[in-house]
């Protein structure tokens, strides 16, 4: 799916000023982009307006060249479940359902229906091969993220959007879940991931670096210690 947004801002409140700020960025099939920046930088935000979540104040985003602000409620609701799949850092799966039956909810809702065995199928691909009865607090915090992962991914959206995926994760089940995205995105879905974490956004093919709303640098082929430096040489002229 070809996802465009052009000039695109938020400002909640005038007093405050635009929190984004005239972004332009086009994500091609298969982009994995990982969004920096430190707090209040606007990278949320901006995943929110591009995953139909938050409502921009000024711009556009499209995708394969619908406009999705200009869609009824209702509409844009139903293109953002059967285009688009979000991962949260708290999982947001609901506790009553077992593994399975969260994914199979997900998947109704995004209208293309599973049996519980192709459910059982979808966690087997993310290492979860058994657990599809388990509720989810029954099982670990890696565990359940990949949940989160095999729900948004059994629905088999154009793009992901996932906002800090392993921020409640330690580092093993951290490195398993960023895995899981990177092997989404070579499989040609599209990724866009907000981290604080270098380790992490050095999967990616390209880190976008937001400051103060606009898109201030954008480093391709990402390194850990690339991205540490650049941060840091950031911070140092901002001190």
Known sequence: MRLVAHRLG????????????????????G???????????????????LAGIVRPTAGTVSYDGVDLWALTDSRRSRLRATRTATVFQDYNLLEELSAAENIR??????????????????????????????????????QRQRVAIARALASSPGVVFADEPTGALDERSGAVVIE???RAARAGTSVLMVTHD???????????????????????????????HLTAAREGERA
């Open 105 to 142: 909810l997900g998947a109704r809702l995004a209208r293309r229906p599973l049996t519980r065995e192709e459910a059982d199928a979808a966690l087997e691909r993310v290492g979860l091969a058994g657990l599809g009865s388990k509720r989810p607090d029954e099982l670990s915090g890696g």
């Open 198 to 228: 270098p380790a992490v956004a050095a999967a990616a093919q390209e880190v976008l670096v937001l400051r103060d709303g606009v898109i201030e640098e954008r480093l391709s082929r990402p390194t850990a210690a690339r991205i540490s």
């Open 31 to 49: 982009a994995f982009l990982a969004l920096m920046g430190r707090s209040g930088s606007g990278k949320s935000t901006l995943l929110g307006m």
């Open 10 to 29: 938020k400002t909640y409140r005038q007093a405050d000023g635009p929190v984004v700020r005239g972004i332009d960025l086009e994500v091609p099939d």
């Open 180 to 182: 899981l995205l990177a």
